[in-house]
């Protein structure tokens, strides 16, 4: 499958957005790749939210040459459990990211510069806002589903309360409605460590040398959360290796070291560390309850009107699975249909983007449900 | 309980210590503590082991205004778990450490400069050997039991197969026979901020500005993996707090963040970098299988004569309790005499530090015993 990225650029009166903390900023562009084709009454929409760190390239090659698929090539494609043959397939990537979107590295039509930290504080609720203006432009009533892991769990959760009448089915993956304490503390220390790079320079640093060793540490911290004790152990227990990644005199040969100095290494290369910043601090201050509820999920839910699939992972200790249980408990008690499965898996909390059999079959089984009813039923 | 800070410096033929790696030094000194008096037949020892980032001051005040006692003045002291007025208690900082004993922050007498990264590696052997000098000074045949929490329990270990003929009762608390993986990960990654950070310089610092953002990170990396997820959601949960601990435009106003901060910059104050990236490094190469048992654990074990108390922490996640059981295993199989238990708490690993009822009662049932049937018993 060969995709291509796209761009939606939009001026909506009055000419700018306003961000949810009350900044303004426009025009916006949101980066987005879409895969299948919409159909003609355009319900067979299905918006898939990526996490942290990712992008709207969520199937498919760039190229004949291209050796590396999208994220989640294993879910997204022909026959496969979001099965392009069937649903439009729509992937955005996040305002105040850097994978495309306007974000704090795009220039500032009015300076001239980038934008750095004198870009908007971003909020969940500000991305799936932005995502909205898409779908509208896509001509799309109703989404069929939203879909997402993680961060774009949070995205889908927000969709289901935000606009309820434009989402049959709502798929939360390894998410949360909110932060627990240690995973803010996480991101507060990811984000001292690149705050603290005297190359992160308030956040100017687009023309020199960026904060590459806080931003490095920063992705390690991040990287030892997504994954688990066991999946450390089986992958590499303490294993060392003679090839030491050495750099200094100090450096330990175990190979768990030199893997995530080298998925650091790799961060810096691919992301902005403002982007980071922002989007960490996105995910700390998401709140479903006290956004939409006052302080209560069961009253945030009572907005929502889809059917979900609530999927968690047993050894996902950074969103674990008591908080998708809570999510569920409030769904339930507005009445809503809910699905939810606890897989057991030793990947931790990254097993929404592992192959994983049950949670394909889950999705897909979850998905071809809402086709029969809603896009078949629909057209007789 | 007044104390005093004691300091022992050894020049043992042939004048120089062997380090484990190779290289040698000497003299060495070792700043070390002790409470309670030594009985006329010299069997009332017990040597209190500290974690990481510990020292020498268990128990007691410095002086009549001293508002700070000890770190284990729980249970230390007179009518206490490790009651001073039976027991002789010596409490010793490590070799490598920066409390008083020689470590990188010392002066090399042959150049007049600190140690810094010249300071030769040690390991948890290294820190047990050069103790053993202590107890041999003090004129100490067999100690009554070693006692440690964390790395603390790691010096036990090693003790009770290194000097098993010194030692008749062990308590690792809190600990295990070698790092997983995950905990390999997080002292990289600490590692890394400090190392990362350009004030280090080598460890070339000491006439300069020292490492303090990479050291303050790091501390919070290690901080967070002390505590537990149910620990930090009770103690703060999502709380904000409006005199924001602000020092620049990004900061949050999580209260958890703030006293993250906070612990990073005390430990700034208190503690050598160097020795932090030289004390974890000798945590995560203990491998007492691999060092005294040829890979095997129960083999390691084979070489050991005491009793042991092992204990760990439901919520430690850091060192959990398949870790302890993996210990017990290995000594059961030896025939040894084990008593262990999984003390029940939110604390996480940091609970061997808290005031517990259990905790206080397991250690003090284990040394009563000890008491009576190798201190009584020998008088008779």
């Known amino acids: 499958m060969i995709v291509k990225k796209k761009f939606f650029t939009f001026a909506y009166p009055p000419h700018e957005f306003v961000f949810e903390m009350g900044k303004k900023l426009g025009p916006l562009t949101i980066a987005y790749e879409t ?11 299905i918006l898939v939210l990526h996490a942290l760190t990712g992008d709207s390239h969520a199937a498919g090659f760039y190229s004949s040459e291209d050796l590396k698929p999208g994220w989640w090539d294993n879910m997204v494609g022909p026959k496969k459990p979001i099965d392009t043959e069937k649903f439009f397939v729509i992937c955005s990537n996040v305002i105040g990211g850097c994978m495309g979107s306007t974000g704090p590295a795009s220039i500032d039509p009015k300076t001239n510069k980038p934008f750095g930290m004198r870009f908007p504080f971003v909020t969940i609720g500000d991305m799936v806002r932005a995502q909205k203006r ?18 774009g769990g949070m995205q889908a959760l927000e969709w289901s309360v935000r606009y309820p009448h434009m989402v049959h089915g709502v798929v939360p993956i390894a998410t949360t409605a909110k932060h627990s304490a240690m995973a803010i503390a996480f991101n507060e220390v990811a984000r001292q460590a690149i705050i603290n790079d005297p190359n992160w320079n308030y956040g100017d640093y687009y023309d020199k040398l960026p904060p590459i060793h806080g931003q490095a540490v920063a992705r390690m911290i991040g990287h030892i959360t997504y994954l688990s004790d066991i999946a450390l152990r089986k992958k590499f227990d303490r294993s060392v290796q003679d090839t030491a990644y050495k750099k200094n005199p100090f450096d330990t ?5 030199s893997y995530l100095r080298y998925q650091g290494e790799k ?5 902005d560390a403002n982007s980071f910043l922002y989007l960490t601090r996105a995910t700390d201050y998401f709140n479903l309850a006290q956004t939409h509820g006052q302080g209560s999920l069961v009253k945030a839910f009572s907005k929502a009107k889809a059917k979900f699939l609530v999927i968690s992972f047993s050894s996902d200790w950074l969103y674990p699975t008591y908080q998708s249980k809570e999510l569920v ?5 507005n009445g809503l249909e809910v699905n939810f499965c606890e897989i057991r898996t030793d990947y931790g909390h990254d097993s929404f983007l592992i192959s994983n059999p049950k949670l394909e079959a889950l999705v897909a089984g979850f998905l071809d449900n809402l086709y029969e009813t809603k896009v078949k039923k629909g057209k007789c």
Chains 1, 2 share one sequence.
């Open 35 to 45: 895969y299948g084709e919409l159909n003609e009454e355009k319900t067979n929409g």
């Open 134 to 151: 898409l779908i509208d432009h896509l001509g799309i009533k109703k989404l069929l589903a939203v879909i997402g892991g993680s961060m």
């Open 253 to 257: 040969q175990f190979s768990v070291s």
């Open 267 to 271: 961060f810096v290369n691919r992301f």
């Open 329 to 333: 408990k409030a769904l339930k008690k």
